[in-house]
């Protein structure tokens, strides 16, 4: 059974940085693609950032610039940093993993709060 663990959330202050973790277990094969969503309270779950296996990357307008995804495929693992967090970067963050075939996989989530 395929899991994905997300680490790496809490509350930060506006300016700080935050570092989210996730790791894929019970998977043999490189995951296409991997990344972020992001839900806030009486919001639709929103794309954060995307990486494919290749190292292609995607990220939302509003954190361009301020957050860095990358991953290790040999450990079907991504981060993402998050630099100059703003209060309306607040949400439960989702780690995805998606294969090239269309099947997906979704972490539990992780909070990040950002607030002084």
């Known amino acids: 059974q395929v899991q994905l663990v997300e680490s790496g959330g809490g509350l930060m202050q506006p300016g700080g940085s935050l570092r989210l973790s996730c790791a894929a277990s019970?998977?043999?094969?490189?995951?296409?693609?991997m990344g972020w969503y992001r839900q806030a309270p009486g919001e639709q779950r929103e794309l954060v950032a995307l990486?494919?296996?290749?190292?292609?990357?995607n990220y939302a307008d509003s954190v361009k610039g301020r957050f860095t995804i990358s991953r290790d495929n040999a450990k079907n693992t991504v981060y993402l940093q998050m630099n100059s967090l703003k209060p309306e970067d607040t949400a439960v963050y989702f780690c995805?993993?998606?294969?090239?075939?269309?099947?997906?996989?979704w972490g539990q989530g992780t909070q990040v709060t950002v607030s002084s």
């Open positions: 995805v993993g998606r294969n090239s075939w269309g099947s997906a996989y």
């Open positions: 990486v494919s296996s290749g190292g292609n990357t």
């Open positions: 019970g998977v043999s094969h490189i995951i296409y693609n």
